[in-house]
């Protein structure tokens, strides 16, 4: 469970995060926003990168204001990044072991087992030795998310792993992010610009919108708001989706 209470972050004259209180209790929960409405920065916060102003955030009852991010990391916080961050001239395997590294495992064995697990679930078994330069967009991002599965994971955070996928290969995603919770128990939180994406895996789903919270509720419910809808003005339509 994540809460968030009173949280505001500014850089500046912006602020990214406005007096911001929610609590998410889904296995998966979705956050959708236009652009630079300040997902990203929630993330930022959660994973200790960046410090809010005032408020706190909590994950199943830890607090987690003022701990470094390898402190949350030990706790069971897990992210990907936007921009994936895949060594090119390392191989698939070298780029999920360098995160088992620092899991804290008590044996190498263990470590390898939990790397070969990782990239088995998200289907890229196939791809183990090539290097990070010769594996696609999709690849790149599924490898990600294999990196945040090592270890125990409390709360994995996925800042847009569909963006630049195909159809095809955004259906095999959603296939992955949906059995995050069986494979290793962790609560997920995505965010996404594909409502389809966050339709087809989110039981509820936050919108943000200027650093406010706009919506908050099932899935279904919140893409039929008109409020959303007018946030996201002809996104829907171009999308293809009726909400
Ligand atoms: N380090 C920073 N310094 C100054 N301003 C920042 C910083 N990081 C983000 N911002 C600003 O905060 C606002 C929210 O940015 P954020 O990246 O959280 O948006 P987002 O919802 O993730 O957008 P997108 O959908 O484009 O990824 C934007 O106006 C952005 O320019
Ligand atoms: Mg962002």
């Not at 505001?8 to 007096?19: A, D, L, M």
């Not at 809010?52 to 470094?68: C, D, F, H």
């Not at 791809?127 to 409390?154: C, D, F, M, V, Y």
Request: overall charge negative.
């Amino acid at each position: 469970m994540i809460e968030i209470n009173n949280l505001t972050v500014q850089f500046g004259g912006v602020k990214p995060i406005n007096e911001l209180t929610v609590t998410l209790k889904s296995g998966i929960s979705g956050l959708i926003g236009p652009n630079g409405a300040g997902k990203t920065t929630l993330l930022n916060v959660l994973s200790g990168f960046v410090t809010p102003t005032q408020g706190s955030v909590s994950v199943n009852g830890r607090k987690l204001t003022g701990l470094a991010p390898h402190k949350r990391a030990l706790f069971g916080l897990r992210r990907t990044f936007q921009t994936d961050q895949i060594a090119d001239d390392l191989t698939l395997w070298e780029n999920v072991e360098a995160i088992a590294d620092h899991a804290g495992f008590i044996d190498k064995d263990m470590a390898n087992h939990a790397v070969e697990q990782a990239i088995a679930y998200v289907g890229l078994r196939k791809r183990i030795h090539r290097k990070g330069s010769n594996l696609s967009t999709q690849e790149r991002h599924l490898a990600e998310i294999a990196k945040a599965l090592i270890g125990k994971p409390e709360l994995v955070m996925l800042d847009e792993p569909g963006a630049g996928m195909s159809e095809s290969e955004t259906k095999h995603l959603e296939d992955v992010i949906r059995g995050i919770p069986a494979y290793c128990g962790a609560q997920v939180f995505l965010i996404d610009h594909d409502v389809e994406l966050i339709a087809a895996c989110c039981d509820e789903t936050m919108v943000l919108d200027f650093g406010k919270l706009l919506a908050l509720g099932p899935t279904h419910e919140v893409l039929q708001n008109p409020e959303v809808q007018k946030a996201y003005l002809g996104s829907f339509e171009e999308l293809g989706v009726h909400a």
